[in-house]
């Protein structure tokens, strides 16, 4: 476990709490940490971006297939491991801290050479420059960060209340279609079976006559 000089870790915290922004500069896939006491409960939202040192353009650039993993561990807790995230070079981690104490944060790159950068002041820079930006307990700043967010969330249950609207009063609207449907059908229902009724009421009267007339025209002819 490499770990950053005293000096550098006090300019972290420092940092953390007041900018709440800061970059450091890695060598290759080498693990870099720094140290952050926190109380219990507090919430914790970062942000980074690494890039790699090109020595074409003596400039750091993007690279697609460079990996970060971040581990945040309790020291206090025998190092018990509260976040082991795998990201792509640029991305966000939150975490809040489950009980008082200090608490150990490591950055380590991956699918990158074991390469360093460029010179600086006589020594060797990392071939790695990583970008940190971390709200720590401060509720202002993680509600700004995450405002753009939190807006198109709104929005999403908005479109999703109105799609919900629209298909309630779809819902009704079928409904008393199919109220309206079905008084008509017992409507014409209830003709048909008074017009069936009628037509055998018609029927029967019309045998009995028959039946009748042909009784007496039977006894007529045998009389005489």
């Not at 025998?78 to 995230?85: K, L, S, Y």
């Not at 929005?155 to 609207?173: P, T």
Request: hydrophobic content about 40%; some cysteine; aromatic content about 10%.
């Amino acid at each position: 476990m490499i770990r950053l000089f005293p000096a550098l870790i006090s300019l972290v915290l420092l940092l953390c709490h007041h900018a709440q922004a800061l970059y450091f500069y890695i060598d290759g896939p080498t693990q870099k940490c720094f140290f952050e006491e926190l109380p219990k409960d507090t919430l914790v939202v970062g942000t980074f971006k690494a890039t790699q040192w090109n020595e074409q353009s003596r400039t750091y650039i993007d690279n697609p297939e460079m990996g970060i993993t971040i581990s945040v561990d309790e020291t206090f807790d025998n190092d018990h491991r509260i976040i082991n995230q795998r990201s792509s070079s640029a991305g966000k981690f939150t975490f809040s801290a489950a009980d008082s104490g200090t608490h150990r944060l490591c950055f380590t790159p991956t699918n990158v050479p074991a390469t360093t950068g460029f010179l600086f002041s006589g020594s060797q820079t990392g071939g790695i420059k990583f970008e940190l930006d971390m709200a720590i307990g401060e509720t202002s700043l993680i509600a700004s960060s995450d405002k753009e967010k939190l807006g198109e969330v709104v929005q999403r249950v908005k479109d999703i209340s109105a799609r919900l609207q629209d298909v309630r009063r779809e819902q009704v609207f079928q409904r008393e279609r199919e109220a309206e449907f079905r008084d008509q059908s017992e409507s014409v229902n209830g003709r048909v079976v008074r017009w069936t009724l009628i037509q055998l009421a018609v029927l029967g009267v019309t045998c009995a006559w028959q039946l009748s007339y042909l009784r007496a025209f039977f006894i007529k002819q045998k009389l005489t």
